[in-house]
C-alpha cells in the first residue's frame, strides 16, 4: 500500500499571507503510461465534505480560485494558498490514485493566526 | 447539477449488518465508477471500496475486504454497500463518492474524487 504523510498537522497562517502543505507518498505516484503523477488534493471546511481542489498533482478542478496551486513530482507535493482567505479555513488533504487501495494523507489544517 | 443522497445509516450493534444506497443524478450514472469513502469522527478520510461503471471492477480497502460488498444498479441509478460483522470501528460518516475521472478496471483502479455526498452517519455501538 502507498501511504502518504503530510506535514505540518496544522498551520496558522495570517490573512494574506502564504500556507504551504506538504505530502510525501510511501513511493513514487508517477505513471509512465501518461506522464503524470497520480496526485489530487482535497478541501474539508467545517462540517462539510470534501470538495476536489487539484488532480494529476497541479491541474485546478474548475471553479477553484488560482490562489491554490499544486506542485511536486514522485514522491513529494506541495498545495500552496498564495494568499490566505478567511474562507480558506479547513482541512486540507491529498490523495494517491495510482494504484489501489486509494490512500489519503492524515490531513492539515489550516488556521487563521 | 451532480446530486449524491446516501441513506441507510443508523446505529447498529456489533456483529451486525446494514445496508447503505446512493441515489445519483445529474450526469450518466453508467460512465462512472463510484465509491464510498468514511470519515470517523474527528478523524481523516479512508477510502473504503469503488466499482467500475460496468461493475466488472470491483476494489475494497482491506479493512473491510470480506466484510463489505459493493454493488450498483444503473437502471436504477444506485450504488449500495452492503456491511457484514460491523465492529466499533467501522463507526463512521460514510460518504458517496463520484469518480471525477479514471476508472476502476479488472486490473487497476485509478480514480479521484467528486463531487461527494452529504454522508450518512453509522454507529455501531452496543
Known amino acids: 500500500d502507498i501511504v502518504m504523510t503530510q506535514s505540518p498537522d496544522s498551520l496558522a497562517v495570517s490573512l494574506g499571507e502564504r500556507a504551504t502543505i506538504n505530502c510525501k507518498s510511501s513511493q513514487s505516484v508517477f505513471y509512465n503510461s501518461n506522464n503524470k503523477n497520480n496526485l489530487a488534493w482535497y478541501q474539508q471546511k467545517p462540517g462539510q465534505p470534501p470538495t476536489l481542489l487539484i488532480y494529476w498533482a497541479s491541474t485546478r478542478e474548475s471553479g477553484v480560485p488560482d490562489r491554490f496551486s499544486g506542485s511536486g513530482s514522485g514522491t513529494d507535493f506541495t498545495l500552496t494558498i498564495s494568499s490566505l482567505q478567511a474562507e480558506d479555513v479547513a482541512v486540507y488533504y491529498c490523495?494517491?490514485?495510482?494504484?489501489?487501495?486509494?490512500?489519503f494523507g492524515g490531513g492539515t489544517k489550516v488556521e487563521i493566526k | 447539477e451532480v446530486q449524491l443522497l446516501e441513506s441507510g445509516g443508523g446505529l447498529v450493534q456489533p456483529g451486525g449488518s446494514l445496508g447503505l444506497s446512493c441515489a445519483a443524478s445529474?450526469?450518466?450514472?453508467?460512465?462512472?465508477?463510484m465509491t464510498w469513502v468514511r470519515q470517523a469522527p474527528g478523524k481523516g478520510l479512508e477510502w473504503v471500496s469503488a466499482?467500475?461503471?460496468?461493475?466488472?471492477?470491483?476494489y475494497y480497502a482491506d479493512s473491510v475486504k470480506g466484510r463489505f460488498t459493493i454493488s450498483r444498479d444503473n437502471s436504477k441509478n444506485t450504488v449500495y454497500l452492503h456491511m457484514n460483522s460491523l465492529r466499533v470501528d467501522d463507526t463512521a460518516v460514510y460518504y458517496c463518492?463520484?469518480?471525477?475521472?479514471?476508472?476502476?478496471?479488472?486490473?487497476?483502479?485509478?480514480?479521484?474524487?467528486?463531487?461527494w455526498g452529504q454522508g450518512t452517519l453509522v454507529t455501531v455501538s452496543s
Open positions: 490523495q494517491q490514485y495510482f494504484s489501489s487501495p486509494l490512500t
Open positions: 466499482i467500475s461503471g460496468g461493475s466488472d471492477g470491483i
Open positions: 463518492v463520484k469518480a471525477r475521472a479514471g476508472d476502476c478496471s479488472r486490473s487497476r483502479c485509478s480514480i479521484w474524487f467528486g463531487p
Open positions: 445529474g450526469f450518466t450514472f453508467s460512465s462512472y465508477a
